[in-house]
């Protein structure tokens, strides 16, 4: 289910918030983004990267392994966190949409989609509100 990021508690706002800030930083300068992660424990956010011997062909295999290195960092502990990576929206007129997909999770292993469409409008970004449910 997607939700409004309104509906988010404090801490999990708070990275999503500097998750699309970053975005916003990186996609003047480049077509797309690498995925990446961010955890909130203890009002300190850190950042989660995948193990160099880890073998990674494509963005769905690093999302998958940013995905577990989320759950084995964040197993018993009380933390939350986001996994951003770049995705493609269809409207129902079927014209497809760069944006941005923002998956945040609470402590208690539940998990919310965000999903930012994006414009580029000279070296700008200009993101919509969320698409949500």
Not at 19 to 40: K, N, R, V
Not at 50 to 76: A, F, G, K, P, Y
Not at 102 to 116: F, H, S, V
Request: net charge negative; aromatic share 8%; charged share 20%.
């Amino acid at each position: 289910m997607i939700h409004r990021p309104q509906s988010l508690p404090g801490p999990l706002q708070a990275l999503v918030h500097r998750a699309l800030e970053l975005c916003e930083l990186m996609l003047p300068h480049c077509s797309a983004f690498y995925p990446f992660a961010a955890l909130l424990e203890d009002d300190k956010v850190g950042c989660l990267f995948i193990d160099d011997s880890e073998h990674v062909e494509n963005d769905t295999d690093l999302i998958e392994q940013l995905q577990w290195r989320i759950i084995d960092t964040t197993t018993d502990a009380n933390s939350y966190s986001v996994l951003v990576y770049a995705a493609t929206v269809k409207t129902d007129k079927h014209k497809q949409l760069d944006a941005i997909a923002i998956t945040a999770t609470y402590p208690d292993g539940r998990e919310t989609l965000l999903l930012y469409p994006y414009f580029r409008v000279g070296n700008r970004i200009v993101l919509s509100p969320p698409i949500h449910g």
